[in-house]
């Protein structure tokens, strides 16, 4: 139904691990080319490895204009341009505001929403020239809708990449790049398996759906935002989150 997606060039920033990986994984098997970054070379390479078709990875940092720059131009030598950027790389260290040091704020901003700038300002010159130009933000439901303790700094980061997406689809219209988000809810990924059992299974009670969400199931909203048919669709959000954001109190989840 959808037009393929196959042989378009793909970059997927924090591709090594978890919802990355996930998104790297759909974007592959959909027979696109996929270059996955992170900082740890090994485990971004370790992860494209594990993919079938076209995957490579490169040790890059998005709080570095420089290695965005680095990332583009690979990308655009190994698969011939640039069609579409995953913005995914993000941090969520947990500190109560009152406890929070400026250091831990720039950490979190640095990554998750000045990385996201500089990942597409690195990769726009190439992705003016493609007919299918698309950015897909990984923001999250924490900060634009819902709120969670120890978690200021990275809200404010997913909120502040909703503001910066509406402009930059305003300002990209002109060369038919559109800019959109998904909103992941709460999504099994390696660091939260770890948690253990009892966590999940809290976690899954408070979700209408009764289950976390995989991370494949961000993969195929990002899919769908980076097919021909999405491309009158920019500037907006979809959430994938089980329906977590649903419920208006306690006695309402207890209803369903
Ligand atoms: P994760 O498993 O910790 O993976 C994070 C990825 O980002 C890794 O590949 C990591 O690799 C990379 N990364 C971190 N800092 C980087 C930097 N400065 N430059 C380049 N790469 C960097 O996290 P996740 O749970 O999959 O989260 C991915 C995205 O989804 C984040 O934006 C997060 O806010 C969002 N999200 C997650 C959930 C969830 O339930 N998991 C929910 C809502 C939103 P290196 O450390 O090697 O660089």
């Given at each position: 139904?959808?037009?393929?997606?196959?042989?378009?060039?793909?970059?997927?920033?924090?591709?090594?691990?978890?919802?990355?990986?996930?998104?790297?994984?759909?974007?592959?098997?959909?027979?696109?080319?996929?270059?996955?970054?992170?900082?740890?070379?090994?485990?971004?390479?370790?992860?494209?490895k594990e993919m079938e078709g076209e995957v490579s990875?490169?040790?890059?940092?998005?709080?570095?204009?420089?290695?965005?720059?680095?990332?583009?131009?690979?990308?655009?030598?190994?698969?011939?341009?640039?069609?579409?950027?995953?913005?995914?790389?993000?941090?969520?260290?947990?500190?109560?505001?009152?406890?929070?040091?400026?250091?831990?704020?720039?950490?979190?901003?640095?990554?998750?929403?000045?990385?996201?700038?500089?990942?597409?300002?690195?990769?726009?010159?190439?992705?003016?020239?493609?007919?299918?130009?698309?950015?897909?933000?990984?923001?999250?439901?924490?900060?634009?809708?819902?709120?969670?303790?120890?978690?200021?700094?990275?809200?404010?980061?997913?909120?502040?990449?909703?503001?910066?997406?509406?402009?930059?689809?305003?300002?990209?219209?002109?060369?038919?790049?559109?800019?959109?988000?998904?909103?992941?809810?709460?999504?099994?990924?390696?660091?939260?398996?770890?948690?253990?059992?009892?966590?999940?299974?809290?976690m899954a009670a408070s979700i209408p759906l009764k289950?976390?969400?995989?991370?494949?199931?961000?993969?195929?909203?990002?899919?769908?935002?980076?097919?021909?048919?999405?491309?009158?669709?920019?500037?907006?959000?979809?959430v994938v989150d089980g329906g977590q954001t649903l419920?208006?109190?306690?006695?309402?989840?207890?209803?369903?």
């Amino acid at each position: 139904m959808f037009t393929s997606i196959a042989g378009r060039s793909v970059i997927v920033t924090g591709g090594s691990k978890g919802i990355g990986k996930g998104i790297a994984r759909v974007f592959s098997r959909a027979g696109a080319k996929v270059l996955i970054a992170a900082r740890n070379r090994a485990e971004a390479e370790r992860a494209a490895k594990e993919m079938e078709g076209e995957v490579s990875a490169i040790k890059a940092d998005v709080t570095d204009l420089a290695s965005m720059q680095e990332l583009a131009k690979t990308a655009s030598e190994r698969h011939g341009g640039i069609d579409v950027l995953c913005s995914n790389a993000g941090v969520f260290p947990s500190a109560k505001l009152e406890d929070m040091s400026a250091a831990q704020w720039d950490e979190v901003l640095d990554t998750n929403l000045k990385g996201t700038f500089l990942a597409i300002k690195a990769c726009l010159p190439y992705m003016k020239k493609s007919d299918q130009g698309r950015v897909v933000l990984t923001s999250s439901i924490t900060g634009p809708i819902t709120g969670f303790p120890g978690w200021t700094h990275y809200g404010a980061s997913k909120a502040g990449q909703l503001g910066f997406m509406r402009t930059a689809a305003m300002e990209l219209s002109k060369y038919r790049i559109t800019v959109n988000a998904v909103l992941p809810g709460n999504i099994v990924t390696e660091g939260l398996v770890g948690l253990g059992e009892d966590y999940l299974a809290t976690m899954a009670a408070s979700i209408p759906l009764k289950k976390l969400g995989d991370v494949e199931d961000i993969g195929y909203a990002a899919l769908f935002l980076a097919t021909k048919e999405a491309g009158y669709i920019t500037g907006q959000t979809i959430v994938v989150d089980g329906g977590q954001t649903l419920p208006e109190s306690l006695e309402a989840m207890q209803a369903v």
